[in-house]
């Protein structure tokens, strides 16, 4: 059974704004937090920014902090990140996760990843 399934990538110019959603199933967010991690080619997977389901706290990585949002909606059991003046930088495979903590060891399920392409 998918927990986690990710939509909204794309190609954008450089500047430009997308949309990411993630839609979780109740066992899924049972692990207290939704998570987005974001993993470019040929790089390791980083932490990009998470929220509480229960609490709604927030927190960013500092390279996204101003420029990304984070958001969920209870009533379609839906996380969204917002992504404005995109830079090519952030172009990576991104991912959501289930988990208690931001640590990725902690992390309980995966999605299996949306792709974002920034070009300059």
């Known amino acids: 059974q998918v927990q986690l399934v990710e939509s909204g990538g794309g190609v954008v110019q450089a500047g430009g704004s997308l949309r990411l959603s993630c839609a979780a199933s109740?066992?899924?967010?049972?692990?207290?937090?939704i998570h987005w991690f974001r993993q470019p080619p040929g790089k390791g997977r980083d932490f990009v920014a998470a929220?509480?389901?229960?609490?709604?706290?927030?927190y960013y990585a500092d390279s996204v902090k101003g420029r990304f949002t984070i958001s969920r909606d209870s009533s379609l059991n839906t996380v969204y990140l917002q992504m404005n003046n995109l830079k090519p930088d952030d172009t990576a495979t991104y991912y959501c996760?289930?988990?208690?903590?931001?640590?990725?060891?902690?992390?309980?399920?995966w999605g299996r990843g949306t792709q974002v392409t920034v070009s300059s």
């Open positions: 109740e066992r899924a967010l049972s692990s207290h937090a």
């Open positions: 996760a289930a988990g208690p903590t931001p640590a990725i060891a902690t992390m309980e399920y």
């Open positions: 929220i509480g389901w229960n609490s709604g706290s927030t």
